[in-house]
């Protein structure tokens, strides 16, 4: 199923991690999520704005690779 990667990559200005939930990689928008909370603690929100960017970038380019078609492999080819 196609996926929105700009709509992947908006999500995470709602909520960080959001827009790989929305890609299907749950754990990984999980992750973002509690590292962009940690981030926000420990450099009092600057750390939060990194993360949040760094997840755009990275939940359109994730969503961009996952609608390019795949490469077809010959499983009977010999050598």
Known sequence: ???DPTLA??????????GHVYLGQVAKGLFILIIGIVAGILTQ???TLLVVA???YDAYKTGTKMNQPRK???ANATS
Do not use: D
Not at 9 to 18: A, K, Q, R, S
């Open 54 to 56: 760094w997840a755009m």
């Open 45 to 47: 929100g600057i750390g």
């Open 1 to 3: 199923m196609r996926k």
């Open 72 to 74: 077809k492999t010959s």
């Open 9 to 18: 990559c908006l999500l995470n200005l709602f909520l960080v991690g959001m």
